[in-house]
Structure formats: structure tokens, C-alpha cells
């Protein structure tokens, strides 16, 4: 006698995957650390020319001098910010940063 309606049952079933190949470890590269250190200048960034202020200099003048227009001042006041507090109190003998001419 036969029970068409009955399914059967795997619900005991196991089951397990044994091989005989080595098993290769996995690379651990948490302890790998990187460092660069170099003295060459950056390519996309020229060095300043540095420039001494004499007696009766401004930004405008020195900008003038090195790009062709005073309206220009402002670049070097932005490279000298951690020396100069106001663009228009720059001292004889301070030595400034020119940046590169880029489009001024």
C-alpha cells in the first residue's frame, strides 16, 4: 500500500566535504606597515623664490616685480600668512615667499 500524498523527509540528512588536497593558510598582513620619506621637491609644486623686503616695499610692489601686476599682492600675502598678520605692515629685512607664477 502506497501513500501518494506523503513527501519524503531529509530533514535528518547531514552532510560533510572531506579532502585530500593541503590546505594553504591565508596571507595575515595586519602587522604590515608602509612609510615614504623623501627630499625631492613635488613636481606639481615649484619652490618659492624668497624675496628680502627693503624700505619702502609693498605686496603690491614686490607682486609688480615678480608677475608683471600689482593686483597680484594677495598670493604672496597667502604664502606668508603664518609671518604677516596685515598686507600692508610687511618690515624691512622680513623675507618673503613668492610663489611660482601660475595665472596671475
Known amino acids: 500500500m502506497s501513500h ?5 523527509d531529509f530533514s535528518g540528512v ?5 579532502t585530500t588536497a593541503d590546505k594553504v ?4 598582513f595586519s602587522g604590515v606597515t608602509s612609510s615614504v620619506d623623501t627630499t625631492a621637491k613635488k613636481v606639481d609644486q615649484p619652490s618659492p623664490e624668497l ?3 627693503k624700505a619702502g616695499d609693498t605686496l603690491s610692489h614686490i607682486a609688480k616685480h615678480f608677475y608683471g601686476k600689482a593686483s597680484a599682492w594677495n598670493s604672496i600675502y597667502d604664502a606668508n600668512r603664518d609671518q604677516l598678520d596685515n598686507p600692508d605692515r610687511i618690515q ?6 613668492v610663489p611660482a607664477r601660475d595665472d596671475h
Open 4 to 8: 501518494p500524498d506523503k513527501k519524503a
Open 14 to 18: 547531514t552532510s560533510s566535504v572531506d
Open 25 to 28: 593558510e591565508k596571507a595575515d
Open 51 to 53: 624675496y628680502t623686503v
Open 92 to 97: 624691512p629685512g622680513q623675507v618673503l615667499r
